[in-house]
């Protein structure tokens, strides 16, 4: 059963603190989006890399946020330093040659 | 400026009968839209997609409807059954036809309930 998997489904940092989320897409999708999901703004994408180039990352906020492909087995998405208004509900999906993406089942991310 | 809008938050219907749930867009350069369901503490799963070549695409007891010139795409559900409730996201994209990854631009959701 193919499944996009995040890492940690939890984390409660401090602000300041360097946060790093792990995605691994699944096999043999060549696309991985990173979304972030608040109350206010619903879900917003905050980046998208194909065949593990960087192709827009322009949702995210550019001093504290990175994202980066390693290898084709896995995304991260780093905050540093993190506050409090990066508390949200982060997913990545991923996807091959079609619009619709498979979900991980989130980083629920709270600083305090 | 929200490019994707669920004007309704939430929506409630007995079981049995027809949930519409509705979702207009601004950004005539989508042209791939796609109907997510989300559950509590689980990523948006994938439902429906209906390409803007189309107007109506059917799957078992989903259907979305897609009106271009009003910008307007809809989701049937029916019969609608107590496990449908959840968070129901539109999306857009600006795939072209050759068929792509493009990122999505999402509506804020509306929450459905069935009652039994």
């Known amino acids: 059963d193919a499944r996009v998997t995040q890492t940690p489904r939890h984390k409660v940092t401090e602000m300041g603190q360097e946060v790093t989320m792990r995605c691994q897409p699944i096999?043999?999708?060549?696309?991985v989006f990173w979304y972030r999901q608040t109350m206010m703004q619903g879900l917003e994408l905050l980046a998208y890399?194909?065949?593990?180039?960087?192709?827009?990352d322009s949702g995210m906020p550019k001093d504290r946020f990175s994202a980066e492909m390693p290898d084709a087995t896995l995304a991260t998405l780093k905050i540093q330093p993190s506050e409090p208004r990066d508390s949200a509900v982060y997913f990545c999906?991923?996807?091959?040659?079609?619009?619709?993406?498979?979900f991980g089942q989130g980083t629920r991310l709270t600083v305090v | 400026d929200q490019q994707v809008k669920q004007n309704s938050p939430s929506l409630s219907v007995q079981e049995g009968r027809i949930s519409i749930l509705n979702c207009d867009y601004t950004?005539?350069?989508?042209?791939?839209f796609l109907w997510y369901k989300k559950y509590p503490a689980e990523g948006p799963t994938f439902l429906i997609s209906?390409?803007?070549?189309?107007d109506k695409n059917e799957d078992g007891r989903f259907t979305v409807f897609l009106n271009k010139s009003a910008k307007h795409l809809s989701l049937h559900i029916v019969p609608s059954q107590p496990g449908d409730s959840a968070v129901y996201f539109c999306?857009?994209?600006?795939?072209?036809?050759?068929?792509?990854?493009?990122?999505?631009?999402f509506g804020k959701g509306t929450l459905l309930t069935v009652n039994p």
């Open positions: 890399f194909r065949n593990r180039a960087p192709l827009d």
């Open positions: 096999l043999g999708h060549n696309t």
């Open positions: 209906i390409s803007s070549i189309k």
């Open positions: 999306a857009a994209s600006g795939a072209g036809s050759g068929g792509s990854n493009y990122k999505l631009t």
């Open positions: 999906a991923s996807g091959l040659y079609v619009a619709e993406a498979f």
């Open positions: 950004n005539s350069m989508f042209d791939y």
